[in-house]
């Protein structure tokens, strides 16, 4: 690991500044991403900012919805009354991403940040857009197995790796951060995540400096129907290949609003909206499902070596509408 | 033999003076067998002929000799531990960490880029957590912190300070076994033993993960809270410790008796004096 000075910090607004203030700084929180980073040469911060401390973990009843705290750990969040009752599709995404251990760790806005777990991007003797700009996708016509087959580019076909963030692109979250002027702006969390174009190296539209404190959920009329699907190649601790967050509104047995996220197909949670739009005012059908997956992987572009994830999606997509609305 | 054969020291590290003893101590049957051996290209060969009559000569006496050696010239190039952790580059970015260690007050003063894992093995002398991976996906280096299960080898050593940390050796009372550890003897929740450190710390962070209601990816109805856990609700929090010796079985038997106090029956015991004079009897013979 290369050096680095570690301050720690109790007040955002001092954090927010220190990072923004060196190009070359980062953010700590639970550390399980970038630790493991820095670790392996990807990142190399010159300092990082311990945000650990920071009084940004209260989970509370906000305009209706909820407002979660930034530095609440996965385990706090996904075993909060109000999240298990009112959000369970965010309990079930987050119980189905890492260890009991990582969860212990991880924070909800470290969570959002976390890195492509493309091997192309973690090993430092491959080529990466991504990881150093300009040195060409590994991936493209390598060992794509794992990778994109929706909105990816010429320059990177890697996937947003996490599960909560499916969930919380279901749940239309916005993202509440605090800039190093100490001002706060609110991200819809669909504008969150980039898609990769020719800048891979960028994640998302996070300014350098800015602070994640809080992801608010509106309140949710997907309670009662609502579903996380994770298919990876072993039953746990494993990335998905590809991932469902399914939620339906119903009328008794007709669909009045639906959100199909879908998680480990593009560089970021690919909301379809083709197949909300497919479902909406449909009955909650396996008929109407499977026109619904049809819609959501119709401009699907596979790889050489991810074929498979085409019809995957697809069954996993029905699969996961049939478990939100109780047809199985 | 031919005496070139040792005239130098390859990577053994075998010092030249010892090589004469080495060949006397041979006796003849050695001595011809490894004359027979065909001679191998280059330093494997010669090598492998080294190995092989240091092995014969001085079993692993000799090679304890040269750790020894090699531990003394490492310990004259780096006096301090500082320098151990440091290993090729010094110690930069000093931070000063005071925590409780297994209920003890511990102040260290560390490098930026040491993580706990190391810190507790290099620097407190508690090689228990074990270093697996080194990246977050074995499990081996678990340890509580406040409480809770966490993996030290992605935790910094900076970031703990302030905090309790609970470590495979602080969870025994005395002579007095923890639960958890008595469990895994009792129903061999290990082979080699790597893991058990971690496998013990994480199972028992999630007894209180448990106690507190807390639900899985196995979990039918999240909405709902049960703090009895089935073997797969076991099997699902568990798995982030991974044992490579295939020990689950045991492992899952021991966390669910202490969990729930269910005792899972032995499927094996030890062959009674009786049955085998029983068996004796039927054969009519006495090599069983």
């Known amino acids: 690991m290369r050096p680095f000075s570690y301050v720690r910090t109790s007040d955002a607004d001092a954090a927010a500044r220190a990072v923004g203030a060196n190009p070359q700084a980062k953010f700590l929180a639970g550390g399980t991403n970038l630790l493991d980073l820095m670790k392996e040469d990807v990142e190399r911060p010159t300092q990082l900012v311990d945000v650990s401390r920071l009084k940004l973990t209260e989970i509370r009843p906000a305009r209706g919805g909820v407002s979660i705290g930034a530095l609440a750990t996965n385990t706090e969040t996904a075993n909060n009354p109000l999240i298990r009752t009112s959000y369970p599709l965010l309990t079930q995404a987050i119980v189905a991403g890492a260890s009991g251990q990582i969860r212990n760790m991880a924070t909800n806005g470290g969570n959002l940040l976390q890195r492509t777990r493309c091997q192309y991007f973690y090993d430092v003797a491959m080529p990466c857009n991504k990881r150093a700009p300009g040195t060409g996708c590994g991936a493209l016509e390598g060992l794509n197995r794992i990778h994109a087959i929706l909105g990816y580019s010429d320059k990177c076909v890697a996937t947003y790796p996490g599960d909560m963030a499916n969930a919380l692109y279901a749940l239309d979250a916005v993202v509440r951060v605090r800039g190093a002027n100490g001002s706060e702006r609110t991200i819809p969390i669909d504008d969150f995540h980039r898609l990769p174009g020719n800048t891979p190296e960028t994640d998302t539209t996070l300014k350098h400096g800015e602070l994640i404190v809080a992801i608010e959920l509106p309140k949710s009329s997907f309670a009662k129907h609502s579903y996380y699907l994770k298919v990876r190649d072993r039953a746990s601790y494993a990335f998905a290949l590809v991932a469902v967050a399914a939620a339906l509104d119903l009328n008794g047995g007709t669909i009045r609003t639906a959100r199909v996220v879908l998680g480990g197909v593009a560089h970021k949670p690919w909301r379809s909206r083709e197949a909300e739009a497919a479902l909406a005012g449909k009955p909650a059908s396996e008929a109407s499902f499977r026109r619904a997956a049809e819609a959501a992987l119709e401009d699907a572009k596979p790889l050489s070596h991810n074929a498979y994830k085409v019809e995957l999606a697809k069954r996993a997509i029905v699969r996961a509408l049939s478990r939100a609305s109780r047809l199985a | ?288």
Not at chain 2, 88 to 116: I, M, Y
Not at chain 2, 161 to 182: F, N, S
Not at chain 2, 224 to 246: H, V, Y
């Open chain 2, 1 to 288: 033999m031919k005496d070139d054969d040792f005239d130098e020291t390859p990577e053994t590290g075998l010092s030249p003076e010892l090589t004469p003893e080495l060949n006397d101590d041979l006796n003849d049957d050695e001595r011809a067998l490894l004359d027979e051996m065909p001679d191998l290209a280059g330093d494997v060969g010669h090598t492998r002929r080294l190995f092989l009559g240091t092995t014969i000569a001085g079993g692993i006496g000799l090679f304890a000799l040269d750790l020894l050696a090699q531990e003394q010239a490492l310990a004259a190039l780096q006096a301090s531990p500082d320098a151990v952790l440091a290993a090729d580059a010094a110690v930069q970015n000093l931070v000063k960490v005071a925590f409780k260690v297994n209920g003890a007050a511990k102040t260290l003063e560390l490098d930026s880029r040491v993580v706990l894992l190391d810190a507790l093995r290099e620097r407190l002398a508690l090689t228990g957590s074990k270093k697996g991976c080194d990246q977050g996906q074995c499990g081996a280096c678990t340890v509580l912190v406040d409480g809770k299960r966490v993996l030290s080898c992605l935790t910094l050593a900076a970031s703990a300070d302030g905090k309790e940390v609970t470590t495979i050796e602080g969870l025994a009372r005395g002579e007095q076994l923890h639960p958890m550890q008595a469990a895994f003897i009792k129903y061999d929740g290990f082979q080699c033993g790597y893991c058990t450190p971690g496998q013990i710390c994480s199972a028992v962070g999630l007894l209180e993960e448990a106690r507190r209601g807390h639900v899985s990816h196995v979990t039918e109805d999240v909405t709902a809270t049960t703090t009895r856990l089935s073997d797969d609700e076991i099997r699902e929090r568990m798995s982030g410790n991974i044992c490579r010796c295939g020990a689950y079985p045991g492992i899952l038997a021991a966390v669910q008796e202490v969990h729930s106090g269910i005792e899972t029956k032995h499927t094996w015991h030890f062959v009674e004096e009786e049955q085998l004079a029983r068996v004796r009897r039927e054969d009519a013979s006495e090599t069983v």
